[in-house]
């Protein structure tokens, strides 16, 4: 403390930070400033989420859309497997037929039993990627609907009671094992 020659504090000098004390300091600037972005950033976010949907079934549209057109894509990857599971037995059918008579199956049938097989595996994989998406989809347009209820002030509406639905992955069967899983897919194709 500076005193007058009147013996009055006319100055406070505060003591040197320690270095503890001057890191402590940025990290709260730091933590200050990221938090104004993460606050700019929802603002933005809200006003997208208030100018894209004028109500909430705007939103239940626009989600039921984009779940249809996972759905069409779906579909169209089940009659693909379905096609290639036909033509496994047509192979299959005429391997058997050659052996019956005593010849030899030509590659060819082997080697196409194989690709066809292999494309149910990937389809198989395709159509587990497309429910995950499905699900990512509900769960942000859930996120979606409940903040625009926030922006607009709509309350909640009441829950009804509703028996769960099954999760779309409900279906499927973990393997433990590649060769439980080969077994496992070979009882399903059968």
Request: glycine fraction near 4%; hydrophobic fraction near 35%.
């Amino acid at each position: 403390v500076v005193m007058s020659t009147q013996g009055l504090a006319v100055q406070t000098v505060t003591r040197a930070k320690t270095p503890e004390e001057i890191e402590h300091e940025r990290e709260l600037e730091r933590l200050r400033v990221a938090q104004e972005r993460l606050i700019e950033a929802q603002k933005t976010a809200d006003r997208a989420l208030l100018r894209t949907y004028s109500s909430e079934d705007d939103l239940v549209m626009a989600r039921d859309g984009k779940l249809a057109a996972i759905d069409v894509m779906v579909q169209v990857t089940k009659s693909n497997m379905q096609r290639q599971q036909d033509w496994i037995a047509r192979l299959r059918a005429e391997g058997e037929t050659l052996e019956r008579g005593g010849k030899p199956i030509p590659d060819r049938i082997a080697t196409g039993i194989a690709n066809a097989e292999r494309s149910l595996q990937e389809a198989t994989a395709r159509i587990l990627e497309q429910e995950r998406q499905k699900q990512g989809i509900r769960e942000a347009f859930e996120r979606d609907l409940e903040r625009y209820r926030q922006l607009k002030g709509i309350p909640e509406r009441a829950q009804t009671a509703r028996p769960a639905a099954p999760t779309p992955l409900d279906h499927l069967v973990a393997c433990p094992t590649r060769t439980a899983c080969e077994r496992l897919w070979g009882l399903a194709k059968d």
